[in-house]
């Protein structure tokens, strides 16, 4: 029994010797590198917590982030292979690039925006109080409104206003604009009404530079239903990136759902706003989050609202053709799902 025991604790500690040494080896090995574009807005988040959480580095990950005022730029350094990967991409500016080079944008989660995870929104400057939409109809013309950049932003802002009866041109006129500068656009007055994003929205509100109209307004004017969510934007590889580091994008896809898992599970990660967002300090534990989930976390229901909005884009020709949204989104840490 002895001799026994003797084994056993030999054992232990040359099996706790062994993990320290190839513990000291794998620290002692390069990270592999995966170079990120961002557009610094709310839904951004499941990067920064991964990040600042070490969830990349606990997977071998060293990233490198470029900060992008809007998807464009993200989709062009896509394509081009200057990014492996993205926070926050619109996904209809994603779709639009599959179609015209197939595998450029793969999706590892999509965001949900609705009245219950508000994140885009008409706001109108103090003086002009509005219950709805629908009451743009009585506002002086032709009204001006600023957008949020990229396609994905400012086709579905002039198509919402169509569909409560305004025209472009004589009812309202719209110029896109940098997401940072919408603040200071608004406090100006030099728009009536402006489509933003979070943390903009709450930051206008706040200071009375603005006053949020409605929430929720892909849902219920484009998708038509008020419960409806639109999955508008998403965490993403390139193909190429998925082809040639199959285990590196693996390994970034886990990384990725420990941060979706920790934004629901702990409030504490809004902390990482502040700094890393254009969320000011002072809003990052009130401002409105998205919906994030992994694409295997979706239900039937949520795949079909996701596809409904990339088929309104492809009959409004915001898209150049039909595309099954399924087929650029893959759960890479859990084959098969």
């Known amino acids: 029994m002895r001799l026994f025991r003797l084994l056993s604790r030999t054992t232990s500690v040359l099996a706790a010797g062994f993990g320290l040494l190839l513990g000291s080896a794998m620290a002692g090995q390069a990270l592999d590198r995966v170079k990120v574009g961002v557009f610094p807005v709310v839904s951004s988040l499941p990067y920064y917590v991964a990040l600042e959480r070490g ?32 926070s926050n991409l619109v996904m209809l500016e994603g779709m639009n690039a599959n179609l015209k080079k197939a595998g450029v944008v793969t ?50 802002a002039r198509e919402i206003l169509k569909r409560i009866g305004l025209k472009e041109g004589s009812d309202f006129q719209v ?19 402006g489509y933003t994003l979070e943390p903009t929205a709450t930051q206008l509100n706040r ?5 949020t109209v409605e929430t929720g307004v892909i849902a219920k004017y484009i998708l038509g239903r ?13 193909q190429k990136f998925i082809t040639d580091r199959p285990d590196v994008a693996r390994r ?35 401002v409105p989050l998205p919906g994030f989930k992994m694409i295997d976390e979706m239900s039937a229901q949520e795949l079909g609202d996701l596809q409904a909005y990339v088929d309104f884009a492809s009959d409004a020709g915001i898209l150049s053709g039909k595309i099954r949204t399924r087929d650029f989104a893959k759960s890479l840490d859990k084959p098969g799902s």
């Not at 969510?229 to 998403?234: E, I, K, P």
């Open 207 to 211: 200071a009375g530079a603005a006053k």
């Open 175 to 193: 110029t896109e604009l940098a997401q940072n500068l919408h603040f200071e656009a608004m406090k100006a007055g030099t728009f009536d009404l």
């Open 55 to 86: 969830f990349f580095r606990d997977q071998g990950i060293e990233t490198e982030a470029v900060k992008m005022m809007g998807g464009p730029p993200i989709v062009a350094a896509m394509i081009t292979g200057d990014f492996d990967a993205t």
């Open 107 to 156: 999706y590892l989660s999509f965001n949900a925006q609705s009245k219950t995870f508000p994140m885009e929104q008409y706001v109108a400057k103090p003086g002009l109080s509005f219950a709805s939409l629908a009451d743009l109809k009585t506002a002086p013309k032709p009204i001006k409104v600023m957008s949020a950049p990229g396609p994905g932003n400012l086709i579905p």
């Open 226 to 238: 008020d419960d409806a969510s639109a999955w508008a934007s998403g965490g993403a590889l390139t």
């Open 252 to 286: 970034f896809a886990a990384a990725w759902r420990k941060a979706i898992v920790a934004i629901r599970t702990d409030p504490s990660t809004r902390q990482y706003l502040k700094g890393n967002t254009l969320t000011p300090p002072d809003l990052a534990e009130t």
